[in-house]
């Protein structure tokens, strides 16, 4: 007879990994009108607030020509935040369906079930932000450079596994999808109460030392150096640290609960 | 009891129906009061220099103009909220169970409007509470303040009717959820935010003649300055116009909806 040899532990987490995100990206192809509000909320917060805040840029102060250049990488992590949140709302849908029930009682360790839900986030993240920076080139943003585009891209990635972390422990901790409502709003206070609309001696006082200690400041600021100036390590070591205490913090709580939830 | 009699009491039992039924679902209540006020804290925090821009209408600071775009987005959002909560009874049959009772139709309508002007009546006294917390005046005072809370409630009543109409007619909730970013298309493109005159093209140029912008201007006026005749007229005119606009789509999409079944 022939010995069944087992595949190592981590061949089978990765593919574990690997079928959560193919389902993620059946989702989109096969409702594709589903996608379609994260990508457009992004894109209309664009367009919008260029059109009503443009003149801001002719504040004393505002050292950037354009404020299209100023606000994309703004709406690019504001689709990261809508999407991570998305996927907060996917796994509460999961819950209510029963779904994620059935994941759990499989032999998959709960961390590879939370690393597909996030991974598959942060993937899904770049249509948004690619959607909105095709749009913002034409009316007048700045090319960042390649070097400022992909620092703007890993940003927006990471951006949206925090964003999932947030609303995957919550799916978790309210087991319902009403609890949307928070998963969304939490990522738009943590984005825009930074240097989202105007830079940090422009703030009013009290939004000012929110921004100073908020962490996705520095993440705005590394997302935005190459389309308002130069690629600097200085400006982008600060948003990749802030990055990685927000993952470590959120992941952590996203992994506590989903370790306490039981079948 | 009259037929008036018992017209008003489904109506008022089915609006009281929508407000609970709002105020137990965070997804209907957040986009109302949470995602405004948000914006609000933060455009404010955020933009608030722009009183320094040449051209920047005298006001006392950026919170006491941001009142009204606070409110008109609030409102917007409570008739798309309206909708989405009736097309979620059609799609669970409660609004068939409606339909086979010995009670008018429009009612049915009537009702979600009545809950929806509710939910604009407290979205403007959340955000003039707000206002007078954090500082800003209302220059024209009470009757100021009254005039603005009457026009938002008209106004959200005015949107619930085409948030009402589209649910009827799709009877989708999802097809109304979809509604949500065309909500803030029209608000970005009117003066809810900015100053028209200060606003890039082409939103200027549409901010211009958007209905919308007409019923701001009649609620911060009042606030930021004083009560004007033409700013009032315009607004009660936009106002009327998307009511009418409303009812005549509801009343032609609660055929439809009675004729598909």
């Known amino acids: ?263 | 009891m009259s037929a008036l009699g018992t017209n008003l009491r489904v109506v008022r039992a089915l609006g009281l129906r929508s407000i609970r039924q709002t105020f137990r679902r965070p997804q209907l209540l957040a986009p109302i009061v949470v995602f405004p006020t948000i914006l609000l804290a933060i455009q404010t925090g955020g933009a608030g220099s722009a009183v320094d821009l040449p051209g920047f209408p005298e006001v006392q600071s950026f919170l006491q103009f941001m009142l009204a775009g606070a409110m008109m987005q609030s409102l917007m959002l409570a008739g798309n909220s309206g909708g989405i909560a009736f097309a979620v009874d059609i799609e669970m049959g409660f609004t068939d169970r409606l339909f086979a009772a010995p009670i008018s139709r429009f009612t049915i309508v009537l009702g979600r409007l009545a809950g929806t002007a509710a939910l604009g009546l407290f979205s403007a006294l959340w955000f003039l509470a707000i206002g007078l917390v954090f500082g800003a005046e209302i220059e024209s005072g009470v009757w100021g303040a009254l005039i603005a809370i009457v026009l938002v409630t008209a106004s959200a009543t005015a949107v619930g009717g085409i948030g009402a109409a589209i649910a009827l007619r799709t009877g989708s909730a999802s097809v109304v959820q979809g509604l949500f970013p065309l909500v803030l298309v029209v608000l970005f493109v009117s003066s809810a935010f900015f100053p028209v005159d200060l606003m890039i093209e082409p939103a200027k140029a549409i901010a211009e003649y958007n209905p919308m912008s007409f019923i701001v201007e009649g609620i911060r006026e009042p606030i930021i300055s004083g009560v004007h005749a033409s700013d009032l007229i315009g607004a009660v005119a936009a106002i009327l116009g998307i009511f009418a606009l409303g009812l005549l789509l509801s009343a032609r999409a609660l055929r439809h909806r009675l004729r598909v079944g």
């Open chain 1, 1 to 263: 007879m022939e010995a069944t040899v087992a595949s190592p532990a981590w061949r089978s987490n990765l593919a574990t990994i690997g079928a959560l995100m193919a389902r993620a990206r059946n989702e989109i192809l096969r409702v594709p009108g589903a996608a379609i509000p994260g990508v457009l909320a992004p894109t209309i917060f664009f367009l919008g607030l260029n059109g009503v805040f443009g003149a801001l840029t002719q504040l004393r102060g505002f050292e950037v020509g354009a404020y299209e250049s100023f606000i994309v990488p703004v709406s690019m992590l504001q689709g990261a935040g809508f999407t991570g949140a998305a996927a907060g709302v996917n796994m509460a849908r999961d819950i209510e369906q029963g779904w994620l029930d059935r994941l759990l009682v499989s032999p998959a360790p709960r961390w590879v079930l939370l690393a597909g839900t996030v991974l598959s986030a942060s993937a899904r993240a770049l249509i948004p932000a690619g959607f909105v920076l095709a749009v913002a080139l034409p009316l007048g943003a700045g090319w960042p450079g390649i070097d400022g585009l992909a620092i703007t891209f890993l940003m927006v990635a990471a951006m949206a596994a925090v964003a999932a972390c947030w609303g995957c422990f919550l799916a978790l901790r309210f087991k319902s999808q009403s609890a949307a409502p928070l998963m969304q709003a939490g990522m738009m206070a943590v984005i825009l109460t930074t240097t989202a609309y105007a830079p940090l001696a422009l703030l009013q006082p009290w939004l000012r030392r929110v921004a100073e200690i908020n962490p996705v400041t520095e993440v705005v600021e590394a997302a935005r150096q190459g389309f308002v100036g130069t690629v600097t390590w200085s400006q982008t070591w600060p948003g990749l640290l802030a990055l990685a205490g927000l993952f470590t913090v959120l992941g952590a709580l996203a992994l506590r609960q989903m370790r306490r939830t039981g079948v």
